[in-house]
């Protein structure tokens, strides 16, 4: 989730100033010069629609800085009760946005077949470009704390669009199923994963809160080389597109300096802020140096002083873990004090670790106004499975890192 105190007349507002331009699915602008294309796929039907507003206006004042032609940008967005795919272009007056395609009302941005939709759509239209998905919304990380505790979910608190049976866990999104409930509806983490085609996006950037964890990245492994996230959450405005896209649409795409644009803009201001960027194609060598390590731990490593990227509280029945997601480097480095081997073990993993993290930084405070220890923070989060049969460890059992490294904690035997 994004922090905002929104208005509904901000989303009335939002009707006549997104309308698009040009002819209404007319098709894009396909040319042998295209070389790179950036999808920024916004579920905005929620209280974060005048954010993505200050957002699409920075990424017209963007345009005059790359390429138009050879360098595409796509807008996916709600509006006028409905969702349209837009392509920035040059018009008479300047940049401008151009709808290229309207898409069928009544079926939520926040559905699987509405991403693969917009996605593969993408994909035919432009097959031989590098392409780069931003996906812009509120994000809760791999599971959803606010929604579920150690107890079975509670219906009313589910959006009307799933079933009271079903298992789903929200991850991502935040679309109002409606203009009055105030009811938000999400993607789980492994239906996201499912959406996007394996190998399709050099980067994936989340321009929402918490997504920076172990089992996202892991589970989106192969669906880019590069991911780009926050471990915890981020200000309404997110990402500064106007200082940022200049150094993304291109051919070499410069991550690094992006990351740091969004971390200085909101860091010179003493504002809470963290980023973390990773090449995906060392995550699965970072995993078997977990998997090894962590196999051999009689005992699960306490959180005592863990860095702590969450708010939100997730209490659990005879349990002193309160809240969902924990440095996961902090976290693993407590469980090889006074053991030469696990240090040897855990100086590989570490080794690991730093081929897969390109860049991380973080603020001096937290949400909370808590400080964060500089010595202690890495970057990316995890969620502190503890094996108490919840309906939130249920789902995780479903995710890759669970599948794959998880479940060899050796504590749990």
């Known amino acids: 989730m994004k922090i905002n105190k929104i208005l509904l007349l901000s989303f009335i507002l939002l009707t006549g100033v997104l309308s698009g331009c040009g002819d209404p699915e007319k098709e894009p602008q396909v040319g042998t010069e295209v070389t790179n294309v950036t999808l920024i796929y916004a579920v905005n039907h929620n209280n974060l629609a005048s954010d993505l507003i200050q957002n699409r206006n920075q990424i017209l004042n963007a345009a005059s800085s790359f390429n138009p032609i050879t360098d595409k940008v796509l807008l996916y967005s709600y509006e006028s009760g409905g969702c349209t795919l837009k392509e920035l272009i040059y018009g008479s007056s300047g940049p401008e946005f151009n709808v290229i395609k309207n898409y069928e009302k009544g079926v939520l941005s926040t559905t699987p077949d509405r991403i693969t939709e917009v996605i593969e759509y993408v994909a035919a239209a432009y097959p031989a470009c590098d392409k780069t998905l931003f996906l812009w919304g509120h994000g809760l990380g791999p599971v959803n704390p606010s929604k579920y505790s150690h107890l079975p979910a509670d219906p009313v608190q589910k959006s009307s669009l799933r079933s009271t049976k079903d298992d789903i866990l929200f991850s991502f999104g935040g679309e109002y199923i409606d203009d009055i409930s105030g009811k938000m509806d999400y993607i789980d983490l492994d239906k996201l994963s499912e959406s996007i085609p394996s190998g399709m996006f050099r980067t994936i950037w989340f321009d929402c809160c918490y997504m920076s964890s172990i089992e996202v990245a892991y589970q989106l492994r192969n669906k880019c080389r590069y991911f780009v996230a926050y471990p915890t959450e981020i200000y309404r405005d997110g990402l500064p597109y106007h200082k940022v896209l200049p150094y993304t649409v291109g051919e070499t795409p410069d991550l690094v300096y992006t990351a740091k644009e969004l971390f200085d803009l909101y860091n010179t201001k003493g504002y809470a802020v963290t980023v973390s960027v990773m090449d995906l194609s060392k995550i699965e060598q970072f995993a078997e140096s977990v998997k090894d390590y962590v196999s051999k731990l009689e005992k699960e490593p306490d959180f005592t002083n863990i860095v702590n990227y969450s708010r939100l509280t997730m209490p659990r029945p005879n349990s002193s873990v309160k809240h969902p997601y924990y440095d996961l480097i902090g976290w693993l480095r407590k469980g090889a004090d006074n053991s030469p081997e ?72």
Not at 362 to 375: L, Q, Y
């Open 342 to 413: 696990l240090r040897s073990k855990f100086n590989a993993l570490k080794s690991a670790y730093n081929n897969m993290m390109i860049y991380t930084a973080s603020g001096t405070r937290d949400f909370n106004g808590h400080i964060i220890d500089p010595e202690g923070y890495f970057g990316i989060s995890f969620y502190p499975y503890n094996n108490d049969n919840s309906q939130r460890d249920n789902y995780y059992h479903k995710l890759d890192w669970w599948q794959d490294v998880a479940c060899h904690y050796g504590w749990l035997k």
